[in-house]
T-cell receptor, first 115, second 112 residues
């Protein structure tokens, strides 16, 4: 079974704090993604990575950065958390496009609250 | 115009009913199509891919109309356990490495 795990299910931080969200997948997938999901806005892509040390901006990268030092791990960093970054954060992984379909496997999500 | 549009619902139906969801996409370069299911407070999971010829998986039938840029999902004999949000998803041809575009979802509630 494909497994994508995220470091925390719930997280509460204060405005201005640096926040790290960690994601690990065990299927040797090349692609990894970070989304946020908000009511009425659906899933929005923040950043993605298609290889170690590679990253590309998604639709809403402002206020975020990412790190992919190892193939199985993709970290999302909030350099200085703000209240408008309160959201559900979902990590996903998939095999390289054109192989094994394009199915993305999601982690359970981290609900982040910034006070 | 939004890339993937869905009626947000909610669709409230009795057990045993047949219900259909529609989805339109704006980018004619869209290549692959999927329906994902997301249970309340859970992560999205792939329900089924959508093929040009249409495809069926048990009580679920997916159709694609490329000319109209329209995808549908039909659920027959609804079960209580079908209650969830259904996300219409497309992949754009040439999109980087498997990027998917998600609709905002259609909420289904199946009542006893």
């Amino acid at each position: 079974d494909v497994k994508v795990t995220q470091s925390s299910r719930y997280l509460v931080k204060r405005t201005g704090e640096k926040v790290f969200l960690e994601c690990v997948q065990d299927m040797d997938h090349e692609n990894m993604f970070w989304y946020r999901q908000d009511p009425g806005l659906g899933l929005r892509l923040i950043y993605f990575s298609y290889d170690v040390k590679m990253k590309e901006k998604g639709d809403i990268p402002e206020g975020y950065s990412v790190s992919r030092e190892k193939k199985e791990r993709f970290s999302l960093i909030l350099e200085s958390a703000s209240t408008n970054q309160t959201s559900m954060y979902l990590c996903a992984s998939s095999a390289r496009a054109g192989t094994s379909g394009n199915e993305q496997f999601f982690g359970p999500g981290t609900r982040l609250t910034v006070l | 115009r939004k890339e993937v549009e869905q009626d947000p619902g909610p669709f409230n139906v009795p057990e045993g009913a047949t219900v259909a969801f529609n989805c339109t996409y704006s980018n004619s370069a869209s290549q692959s199509f999927f329906w994902y299911r997301q249970d309340c407070r859970k992560e999205p999971k792939l329900l089924m891919s959508v093929y040009s010829s249409g495809n069926e998986d048990g009580r679920f039938t997916a159709q694609l109309n490329r000319a109209s840029q329209y995808i549908s999902l039909l659920i027959r004999d609804s079960k209580l356990s079908d209650s969830a949000t259904y996300l219409c998803v497309v992949r754009i041809y040439g999109g980087s490495q498997g990027n998917l575009i998600f609709g905002k979802g259609t909420k289904l509630s199946v009542k006893p």
